[in-house]
């Protein structure tokens, strides 16, 4: 390994931009699951993996990467990560309550179908004001917990710097926010007190910048003009490597919300030009997510063979792919807080927007609730209360019984090898191989079991394994 | 200062409890979802005429002189001696999210941070102390859909649901008893999962959690959820109702030494067809708690077993009889009811008061915070303690209990505990 790094070093060819070598490279059934799962948290349909395997062009993995990317399903994914940061939730002692999670939602997925540039985005959320039912942005400032200026001032450093312990007096320039009540339940004006008296003190940032508040003016400005410039290359650093969080589960910085001085990406390389690429594409994160998937890492074995390591599935990934698999969905409501919410049938979780909208499953498997801003709230570690689920649920059980996706795929031809045939595109997104179907086949010998309840073996015993439980 | 002021606290503290020998080792909460009428269960107020007493112009007089209870209530009152009745509880919402949150966590500071409800709190603080195979903490059969959070400890300290129907022919506990696979069936399946499963993505954590799920599927565990090891006669002495059947589970759950359980009977909102609601409710509460009180007593189970029952709120001691609600009754926080038993809770007494017409604490408050910061006490827990926070440091265990501006106390009344000298 060290002689290659080496070897690429003195070619002079970037990590970056090194193709993986064809024997590093993940077959295409890999990339596919891989893809889909990454960028829209959701199995490709039997018919998508199909197509995609059966298709011959050379530039396929990069048209599949484009079309995930701008799909609904891809952006609202990338809504549920902005909603973990943010804290989007209806809780009691309520900060949002729903109208305003509602709001809040549809602004953010706005900015996304829009790809409006991150820096604007940003600059959206921080200079926002107004109710917080009609002026979306502005929940922002109702998310926090605790509504002081050093708070909000504080979380800022947090999502946007990934400085966890900001030492300086930047928080004065969100001293003239207030809250103001109105008589409608909940709903609440976010506004500036323009007749506070401009602070004595030198605003010094950490770099030395000075920041001058003028009386009578929005002092958060001066602010968020330096935030979001290009010359601070700490934010867009913190997006990069966000994403990168997002996509690989580890930070190039990790955690990804801890950049203090001693805590250095693993790759300082990697890091500063997928920066500089970020940068220069007018911080757009939909071309940031694309050229991270285009990296080898991304396109490499899983490791020990490649780069790539295998996750678990996160909570809400799982519970939709048993959903997508048998066809049997949950259906969420929100009874408390009032008032009350129904979402449609066939509702992704990854798609509620709400982090007290829940089930017994998702719980079970890490939810994020939501109540901080650091990314590693969100614990896909495998428990054996999870693998106890998957493996004698009752609730689970009789969903596989009753799956219509099941019935259908034992209607269409009742035979062993199509039916694991079917059913491994479904659950695993690829086709069985010979080895497995003569494994069926002796199972449903072995144990002289009916061929329904063989296929329900199979689906239970696919949903098991760890191919299906880990992103790979 | 403030600060300082809670570590001197918290340092006088555990030296005074270090001493102090607690009994409690259990928990059983019967939580009434919704919010159970008071004046209907633990609180009668027999002498106010038919708009406030309804269809309940009775009461019980209970075998302790002097407590009487509502008319529906006749199994209960027998044994008044075994329990204490709160009746001077108030938070003051008459809203279900802040009543449960006030009543599950014992916040009531309004502050902004989210509280663990103190199941969880219990859980969090047994974590190196309970080594059950069966979790800390469970909910029969479902923990209230929120407020039951492990909060800002995390999930890790959630409850356990268990799901399923305790009163059907069969109890289908979530992930360990599955009435579609028998034990040679998931050997089979094992086997094939075994087979198929090449890939290096941590197989031998997983394989070991799987063995241990096996084990905790078909080992002893099962039984501890299976009602049928019950002589009949005891299933019938809790009522064969959903409420009944919990109980017992709990019972149950308790012998196996289950630090909490949290059993939830919802259907408590009767805003309409109150009394109609309450014929049928409130005989399956009197059966199913009376025969829990009675059966932990007479299995020694009661001196280490606390056992709570009440809601998130009580009801408005008026009916209203006008449209739309036709002899309802409203959401009350400002007085309402609590029982108390077992773990060190004495029996046969009164705490608080409302007013005549129950609409108003007569004497002595009870905030959310003092009921479960003597359940704290009781199990050995300070209530003067913190819990770490992520973000914030350590935060006390009940920011409330601090709030020097809300009259209250914790219940050293009922209970052998000692009022620790700077309380005073």
Redesign the interface.
């Known amino acids: 390994m060290r002689l290659r790094t080496i070897l690429i070093f003195t070619v002079g060819l970037s990590l970056l931009t090194a193709q993986a070598t064809a024997s590093e490279r993940c077959s295409d059934e890999v990339f596919l699951r891989r893809a889909y799962l990454t960028v829209t948290g959701a199995l490709p349909s039997p018919q998508a993996c199909e197509k995609f395997l059966d298709n011959e062009s050379a530039n396929k993995r990069e048209r599949l990467i484009e079309r995930l990317i701008e799909s609904e399903l891809g952006m609202k994914y990338m809504l549920m990560h902005w909603g973990d940061i943010l804290r989007i939730k209806s809780?009691?002692?309520s900060?949002l309550w729903p109208n305003g999670v509602q709001a809040y939602n549809r602004w953010i997925y706005e900015q996304l179908l829009n790809n409006v540039p991150y820096d604007e985005m940003v600059r959206g959320l921080l200079l926002s004001e107004g109710s917080n039912f009609r002026e979306p942005a502005a929940n922002f400032y109702r998310g926090f917990?605790?509504?002081t200026p050093q708070n909000f001032y504080a979380n800022i450093n947090l999502l946007f710097l990934g400085n966890r312990d900001c030492k300086d007096n930047g928080h004065l320039c969100f001293s003239q926010i207030n809250f103001k009540s109105t008589k409608e339940w909940k709903e609440e004006i976010i506004y500036l007190d323009y007749h506070k008296s401009a602070p004595w003190q030198k605003i010094i940032l950490a770099d030395g910048t000075r920041l001058t508040p003028i009386y009578g003016e929005d002092w958060r400005e001066p602010y968020v003009k330096w935030l979001t410039s290009r010359e601070n290359r700490r934010f867009a650093e913190v997006m990069v490597n966000r994403m990168w969080y997002w996509v690989f589960g580890r930070g190039i910085v990790h955690e990804p919300d801890d950049w203090r001085k001693d805590n250095l990406p693993s790759d300082p390389q990697l890091l500063a030009e997928l920066t500089d690429y970020f940068i220069a594409h007018n911080f757009d994160l939909r071309a940031l997510m694309k050229k991270i998937l285009l990296t080898k890492q991304f396109n490499s074995k899983?490791a020990?063979d490649g780069d790539f390591v295998?996750q678990r599935l996160p909570a809400e990934v799982i519970v939709d792919a048993i959903g997508s698999i048998t066809g049997i969905w949950t259906t969420y409501s929100s009874?408390?807080?009032?008032p009350f919410t129904f979402y449609p049938p066939r509702t992704r979780s990854t798609q509620l927007g709400d982090a007290?909208v829940?089930s017994?499953e998702l719980?079970l498997f890490?939810k994020v609730?939501r109540?901080?801003s650091?990314e590693s709230?969100r614990?896909n570690t495998?428990?054996?209360?999870q693998?106890?689920?998957l493996?004698?649920?009752?609730?689970l059980?009789?969903r596989i019984?009753k799956s219509p996706n099941l019935q259908r795929i034992y209607q269409n031809n009742p035979t062993i090898e199509a039916i694991s045939n079917a059913i491994t595109l479904r659950v695993l997104s690829r086709r069985a191989t010979q080895k497995?179907i003569a494994?069926y086949k002796e199972?449903a010998e072995k144990?002289g079991l009916p061929l329904m309840e063989v296929a329900i073996?199979i689906v239970?015993?696919?949903i098991?394994?760890?191919?299906f439980?880990?992103n790979? | 200062m403030r600060r300082t002021l809670y570590l001197t606290l918290i340092l006088v503290l555990a030296v005074c409890f270090g001493a102090t020998a607690q009994k409690a080792k259990s928990v059983i909460l019967v939580y009434l979802d919704g919010g159970p009428a008071q004046t209907d269960t633990f609180d009668p107020k027999p002498n106010m005429g038919r708009d406030y007493h309804g269809s309940y112009k009775g009461v019980c007089k209970t075998n302790v002189e002097g407590i009487e209870i509502g008319e529906k209530l006749p199994l209960l009152a027998q044994m008044a001696d075994k329990y204490s009745l709160i009746r001077s509880l108030t938070h003051g919402s008459h809203?279900?999210?802040?009543g449960?949150?006030a009543m599950i966590t014992g916040d009531t500071s309004?502050?902004?941070?989210?509280y663990p409800s103190f199941g969880a709190v219990i859980s969090y603080m047994k974590r190196d102390t309970y080594k059950g195979v069966l979790?800390c903490y469970i909910s029969v059969t479902?923990a209230n859909?929120?407020f039951n959070?492990?909060?800002?400890l995390?999930?890790t300290y959630?409850s356990?649901?268990t799901?399923?129907k305790p009163e059907a022919a069969q109890y289908?506990v979530?992930?360990?008893?599955?009435?579609?696979?028998s034990r040679e069936?998931?050997e089979?399946?094992m086997a094939?999962?075994g087979?198929?499963?090449r890939?290096?993505?941590?197989?031998q954590?997983?394989d070991s959690?799987?063995d241990?799920?096996m084990e905790?599927?078909w080992g002893n565990t099962r039984e501890v959820f299976n009602l049928h090891n019950e002589p009949d006669s005891v299933r019938q002495r809790y009522g064969k109702s959903r409420l009944g059947q919990s109980c017992l589970v709990a019972r149950r759950l308790v012998e196996a030494g289950v630090p909490f359980v949290n059993v939830r009977m919802t259907g408590w909102d009767t805003h309409k067809k109150h009394f109609q609601k309450m014929n049928t409710m409130l005989p399956q509460l009197d059966k199913a708690l009376s025969a829990l009180i009675a059966d932990l007593d007479e299995r020694g189970l009661l001196e280490s077993t606390i056992v709570l029952c009440g809601g998130e709120f009580g009801r408005t001691p008026k009916i209203l009889w006008e449209a739309p609600w036709n002899g309802g009754r409203a959401h009350f926080g400002t007085v309402f009811s609590y029982l108390v038993a077992g773990g060190g809770f004495h029996g046969g007494k009164v705490v608080g008061k409302s007013d005549k017409t129950g609409e108003k604490v007569a004497e002595r408050p009870v905030r959310p915070c003092d009921l479960i910061g003597t359940v704290y006490m009781l199990l050995g827990i300070d209530p003067y303690g913190t819990l770490p926070h992520?973000?914030e440091g350590n935060l006390p265990i009940l920011p409330s209990l601090l709030d020097t501006t809300k009259e209250g106390g914790l219940l050293y009344e009922i209970t052998d505990l000692k009022q620790p000298s700077y309380e005073k």
């Open positions: 809780e009691f002692p900060n917990q605790k509504r899983m020990p295998a009874r408390v807080p009032e007290t829940s017994t719980e890490g609730s109540d901080v650091l709230q614990n495998l428990t054996s209360r693998l106890l689920y493996m004698n649920s009752s609730a059980e009789r019984r497995e494994m199972y144990s073996d239970w015993m696919q098991n394994s760890n191919e439980l880990y790979h | 809203a279900h999210e802040t449960h949150y309004g502050g902004a941070v989210v979790p479902s859909s929120r959070e492990g909060g800002f995390g999930n959630k356990f649901d799901g399923g289908e979530e992930g360990i008893v599955n009435q579609f696979v069936r998931m089979q399946r094939m999962l087979e198929f499963e890939q290096p993505m941590n197989k954590e997983i959690l799987r241990i799920n905790f599927i992520a973000s």
